[in-house]
C-alpha cells in the first residue's frame, strides 16, 4: 500500500496489486485492496466487479459490501451507497465504520435523524469518541444536516485531539465543506497535500460528496500536482 497512500506512484501500486493478485487470485485482503484502489482511480466499473467477486467467494465477509457501497458513493448513487453500509452493519454489528459512512451518507440525502444517530454511534463506539475520522464524519453530518453550531464544534475537538496523535487535516477540510467554508477547506486540502497525508490518495472521490469543488481551480490544481491517471470507468 506504500505506493499509493505514501508514495502516490499510481502505476507501481496497480502493478503490485496485480502482482499479489497473480500470486494468491483467492485472497480477500489482496482482493479487497485492489478494489478499494480502483475506485481511488475512478474506475468504477473495475472496481465494482472486483467487489462482487469478492463478495461471492466471502459472502460473510463484510468489507467487499463495504466496498461496493463506496463504489456507488463515486457514482453518486447513494441510496445504494446507505443500503450497503446498512448491509455492512447486519453482517458484523461492531464494525463502527460503516456506521460513520451510512450516517455521511444518510446526511447527504437530508435524512438527518437517523443520520445523525448512526454518526454518534460511531462516534461512542470507535476509541471512546478520541478518533479524529468519526469526529470529522460526525461534525460534517451535522453541518450537512444544518446544526451549525454542533458541527463549529467540532474542529475544536479535532485539535485538542491534535495535541496527541497526527490528525489529518482533511478531517478539518470535511467539517468545513459541509459548512459552505470552501477557502478554509481549500486551504486544508493544500497543506494536507504539502504533508502528503495519505488521505489526499482520495482526492478525486471528494467532489463525489461536495460537487461545488469539480469546479474549483484551486482544488483541480491539487489533483494535478499529484500527477493522477486519466479516469477511466
Not at 458484523?92 to 454511534?121: M, P, V
Not at 478554509?184 to 478525486?204: Q, T
Request: charge should be positive.
Amino acid at each position: 500500500m506504500r505506493p499509493l497512500l505514501f508514495e502516490w506512484d499510481w502505476a507501481r501500486a496497480d502493478d503490485e496489486f496485480r502482482r499479489a493478485l497473480s500470486l494468491s487470485r483467492r485472497s480477500e485482503g489482496v482482493n479487497d485492496a485492489y478494489a478499494l484502489f480502483l475506485v481511488t482511480m475512478l474506475r468504477l466499473d473495475g472496481g465494482l466487479a472486483e467487489g462482487r467477486e469478492v463478495a461471492r467467494l466471502y459472502p460473510l465477509f463484510g468489507q467487499p459490501i463495504h466496498d461496493t457501497a463506496i463504489n456507488a458513493l463515486a457514482r453518486g448513487n447513494f441510496e445504494v451507497g446507505a443500503a450497503g453500509f446498512r448491509r455492512t452493519i447486519a453482517i458484523d454489528a461492531n464494525w463502527t465504520r460503516a456506521y460513520i459512512k451510512r450516517g455521511r451518507t444518510l446526511a447527504i440525502q437530508k435524512k438527518c435523524q437517523e443520520a445523525i444517530a448512526r454518526a454518534e454511534t460511531a462516534e461512542r463506539r470507535i476509541a471512546d469518541g478520541a478518533a479524529p475520522t468519526s469526529r470529522s464524519w460526525l461534525g460534517a453530518s451535522y453541518g450537512t444536516c444544518g446544526d451549525t453550531v454542533r458541527a463549529r464544534q467540532k474542529p475544536n475537538e479535532l485539535h485538542a485531539l491534535a495535541a496527541k496523535p497526527c490528525v489529518d487535516l482533511t478531517a478539518f477540510a470535511d467539517i468545513l465543506m459541509s459548512l459552505g467554508k470552501t477557502g478554509a477547506a481549500l486551504e486544508c486540502y493544500a497543506r494536507a497535500l504539502a504533508d502528503r497525508s495519505p488521505s489526499v490518495a482520495n482526492a478525486r472521490l471528494v467532489p463525489r460528496l461536495y460537487p461545488r469543488l469539480a469546479t474549483s481551480a484551486r482544488y483541480t490544481a491539487v489533483i494535478a500536482r499529484m500527477r493522477l491517471p486519466p479516469p477511466a470507468r
